[in-house]
């Protein structure tokens, strides 16, 4: 069965340093999101992507976020400059169309630790 | 704005007996509704949905739910325990009206299901 994949599964970096969280979504499906949990919190709503370009975005998503499809396989998120609140896991996720009865499908996630 | 409460943090049940998690929800127009489940380590998994039709919706498993427009809720049931469905189960819901592909989700109900 298709999956979502990420990678790394655990990353660690150093507060004010770049990190680039990668996905590869199931390969038909035309929507792609980032979400995060904090340790013990709710999963959040980050983005969604469609059609090359942000299609939604909450406020958590500011500037230091960024997103990309660089290639027809790849989703990736990346964070400019990481504060130690940004520690969580991330979430990539997927689904085949843009109407909105369709499932998401989930990665296993990414642990991000700042330190 | 739209949200979603489970109201327990924890469910013990006995395997063999039934069980219930409970969700409510609140949007503006009519809702999608989604339960995932997710295991130690690993991502979210997709349960079940609603979209419309008939309230009472199955899903893997053996987990079903139930569409209650009037009580605004969506509780998830089995009605027989597994000790192997004990995991962090997650409600989520999609505004139809807003036109956004995001899900809200609720803070997570962990099962612990006993021998």
């Known amino acids: 069965e298709p999956e979502v994949t990420q990678t790394p599964s655990h990353q660690v970096t150093q507060m004010g340093q770049e990190v680039i969280l990668r996905c590869v979504p199931i390969?038909?499906?035309?929507?792609f999101y980032w979400y995060r949990q904090i340790l013990g919190q709710k999963v959040e709503f980050l983005v969604s992507?469609?059609?090359?370009?942000?299609?939604?975005k909450s406020e958590i998503f500011d500037d230091q976020f960024s997103v990309e499809r660089p290639d027809g396989s790849n989703f990736t998120l990346k964070i400019r400059s990481t504060k130690l609140e940004d520690s969580a896991m991330y979430f990539c996720?997927?689904?085949?169309?843009?109407?909105?009865?369709?499932?998401?499908?989930f990665g296993p996630g990414t642990r991000l630790t700042v330190t | 704005a739209q949200s979603v409460a489970q109201p327990e943090d924890q469910v013990n049940v006995a395997e063999g007996n039934p069980l219930t998690v409970k969700c409510t929800y609140s949007?503006?127009?009519?809702?999608?509704l989604f339960w995932y489940v997710q295991y130690p380590n690993r991502g979210l998994q997709f349960l079940l949905k609603?979209?419309?039709?008939?309230?009472l919706v199955k899903g893997s498993y053996g987990f079903e739910a139930e569409f209650n427009k009037s009580q605004t809720s969506f509780h998830l049931k089995k009605p027989s325990a597994l000790v192997s469905d004990s995991a962090l189960y997650f409600c989520?819901?999609?505004?139809?009206?807003?036109?956004?592909?995001?899900?809200?989700f609720g803070t997570g109900t962990r099962l612990l299901v006993s021998p």
């Open positions: 996720a997927s689904s085949e169309w843009e109407q909105g009865a369709d499932e998401q499908y």
């Open positions: 390969s038909n499906h035309l929507y």
């Open positions: 992507f469609y059609n090359n370009e942000i299609s939604e």
């Open positions: 949007v503006s127009g009519n809702p999608y």
């Open positions: 609603y979209i419309t039709g008939d309230n």
């Open positions: 989520a819901v999609r505004d139809i009206l807003s036109g956004f592909q995001k899900l809200v």
